[in-house]
């Protein structure tokens, strides 16, 4: 039987670990070659790529099916991409452009690190961890663990960290929807605790004002936002118990992997996440909620949060 102090240094790992393999995976959102990649299959704007190229391993999904697993957007954001994106490409070509923006991201980000030996120790040991994992009742997981291993390492290294930020995502959104939290609640929990801007997650998430103040008025009433919709003590507390929920439930892949190597693993990853955050692919604050620096993470001193862009 686990203990509570074993219990809490698994999910000390689970958000230690997102720290490292989320910065990875995020090159496809927040660099121009993955947009130059969108681009060229005739997707117009970064929203077109973004909707087309994350809900690929799904299939010609539509709009509804979509939105759903997403979780965090307004239906018209994705509505606006789906289905039109399947008449100018489809989700094969998308797959592909994804992985080609990403070659040409990680190429020009990491340099020569590109073909060290340490990318390819982590490509293994991180596909180990995303393959081996279970993905019952997480479609975005399941979808992106079915996709062949790329050819090269840091391809293959990416996917990975690409099955492993949807599965801790899936569980996250199974985590706020248990507790009846609403995309736009969600979005409010977040920026009110500091880890991202309200309005650009409005703006981004395609939330009318209204919406977004209805909720707003809905979390005052239940006591979680002050008058400045900052989070009141119950409001840290709701946050916390969420993150706490979404820590545990993504404690599955480094169990699997075993202790040595997933503290292996978040050696290598860390110098590759760092070469990430330090060039300034990422705004600050982000939609996904990283900070600078996750290197020093490496033995599991801080304490940071975050799930994915939902």
Known sequence: MTDVSEKRT????????????????????????????ADGLGLQGFWAGYVAQRAAPLGAVGPAAATAAFFGFHHDRIDGALPDAWRVTTPAAALEARLDGVDGALGRLWGDLLTSSDVREAADLAWQAATTVDCAGRVLAAANQTLPRPATAHLALWQATTTLREHRGDGHVAVLVTRGITPVQAHL????????????????RRFSVPEWQEGVEDMRAAGLLDADAQATPAGR????????????????????????????????????????????????PNPVG????????????????????V
């Open 290 to 309: 990283l900070t600078l620096g996750p290197s020093a993470d490496a033995a599991g001193g801080a304490d940071q949060r975050g799930r994915r862009p």
């Open 189 to 204: 929990l977040k920026a009110a605790t500091g880890e991202a801007d309200s309005e650009a997650l409005r703006k981004g």
């Open 237 to 284: 507390s709701l946050h916390e118990q969420i993150e706490e929920a979404t820590d545990g439930a993504a404690v599955q892949p480094w169990q699997a992997l075993g202790e040595t190597a997933t503290s292996r693993l978040a050696s290598l990853l860390a110098p590759l996440a760092d070469a990430v955050l330090d060039n300034g692919t990422l705004p600050m």
């Open 10 to 37: 698994e999910k000390d790992t689970a958000r230690r670990m997102w720290r490292f393999f989320e910065p990875v995976h995020a090159v496809t959102y927040f660099t121009h070659e993955a947009r130059s990649a």
